[in-house]
T-cell receptor, first 113, second 114 residues
Framework: DAGVIQSPRHEVTEMGQEVTLRCKPISGHNSLFWYRQTMMRGLELLIYFNNNVPIDDSGMPEDRFSAKMPNASFSTLKIQPSEPRDSAVYFC???????????FGPGTRLTVL | AQSVTQLDSQVPVFEEAPVELRCNYSSSVSVYLFWYVQYPNQGLQLLLKYLSGSTLVKGINGFEAEFNKSQTSFHLRKPSVHISDTAEYFC????????????FGKGTTLSVSS
């Protein structure tokens, strides 16, 4: 298996622009997680899905952030409008169940100017 | 709700020295425990996990951890570290109940020098 795939790997955008991050989980995994990592705040869980249904989105910073999982093999995290404080590395992870070992993607490094 | 505390944010050691990275958790029910490692510019990967059974868990790269229920700890150890072990290490806990996911600690940066 190719592992969790994230795209793009790097994204540089200007404040106010829409940003869409993409994730393809490992085939057969039922849970998908979106994390944000910064030096100041460490690793934060933003949202996670079980069987394509959002279970806990309490970590989503504000209404500018939204996540979807239209099918078992694809998820997006959208930021609209983006702000400089959104600059971070965003990780996607997947697992068989929400309590099982999570497999992380390589991350998307987002820079908002 | 469960939580996890990594007691040291940075641990500098010399090559071939032993190391212990400390992790404590809080929970009123049984938990599953994990250690993940993150090398520079990479995602996290699993080192080892405790689900049940033997309290001493062996993982990859010579690491091991011991689950201590009375002290609510899950410290990570390696008897002799290498330069290549330089990375950030995360402890994580979950209740294995519907609607709960892994809770990660803030991480410990292990720096190994020669």
């Amino acid at each position: 298996d190719a592992g969790v795939i994230q795209s793009p790997r790097h994204e540089v955008t200007e404040m106010g622009q829409e940003v869409t991050l993409r994730c393809k989980p490992i085939s057969g995994h039922n849970s998908l997680f979106w994390y944000r990592q910064t030096m100041m705040r460490g690793l934060e869980l933003l949202i996670y899905f079980n069987n394509n249904v959002p279970i806990d989105d309490s970590g989503m910073p504000e209404d500018r952030f939204s996540a979807k999982m239209p099918n078992a093999s694809f998820s997006t995290l959208k930021i609209q409008p983006s702000e400089p404080r959104d600059s971070a590395v965003y990780f996607c992870a997947s697992s068989f169940t929400e309590a099982d070992t999570q497999y992380f993607g390589p991350g998307t490094r987002l820079t908002v100017l | 709700a469960q939580s996890v505390t990594q007691l040291d944010s940075q641990v500098p050691v010399f090559e071939e020295a032993p190391v212990e990275l400390r992790c404590n958790y809080s929970s009123s029910v049984s938990v599953y425990l994990f250690w993940y490692v993150q090398y520079p510019n990479q995602g996290l990967q699993l080192l080892l996990k405790y689900l049940s059974g033997s309290t001493l868990v062996k993982g990859i790269n010579g690491f091991e951890a011991e689950f201590n229920k009375s002290q609510t700890s899950f410290h990570l150890r390696k008897p002799s570290v290498h330069i290549s072990d330089t990375a950030e290490y995360f402890c994580a806990v979950t209740l294995n109940q519907a609607g709960t996911a892994l809770i990660f600690g803030k991480g410990t940066t292990l720096s190994v020098s020669s």
